[in-house]
Nanobody, 122 residues
Framework: QVQLAESGGGSVQAGGSLRLSCATS????????IGWYRQSPGKTREAVAA???????SYADSVKGRFTVSLDNTKKTLYLEMNGLEVEDTAMYYC????????????????WGQGTQVTVSS
């Protein structure tokens, strides 16, 4: 069974940085797409960054140049390095995975973590 567990959220001022981690178990990296998603109160969940099963990385336009996603196969952990944080980045951040291609294009994935809160103040 696929299990995902996020950590690393917190409160920072605008312009600051955070690194989120997602500990994974129960799935094969070469057959799953995995990524980061976020949801703010009153808004729909949206994709932030994802890594396809072939290693292709995609980002939402709103975070390009500021966020970096990476996957450490040895530690079985997905990371999201967030720099230049903006108030608009405030959200619950989730790690998710599924056996689909191009998971940056959907929030309908099968496996989700419990989320970690990121709050950016001005």
């Amino acid at each position: 069974q696929v299990q995902l567990a996020e950590s690393g959220g917190g409160s920072v001022q605008a312009g600051g940085s955070l690194r989120l981690s997602c500990a994974t178990s129960g799935y094969t990296y070469t057959s799953y797409c995995i990524g980061w998603y976020r949801q703010s109160p009153g808004k729909t969940r949206e994709a932030v960054a994802a890594i396809d099963e072939d290693g292709r990385i995609s980002y939402a336009d709103s975070v390009k140049g500021r966020f970096t996603v990476s996957l450490d196969n040895t530690k079985k952990t997905l990371y999201l390095e967030m720099n230049g944080l903006e108030v608009e980045d405030t959200a619950m951040y989730y790690c998710a995975a599924d056996q689909v291609r191009n998971c940056i294009a959907t929030v309908g994935l099968a496996y989700w973590g419990q989320g970690t809160q990121v709050t950016v103040s001005s």
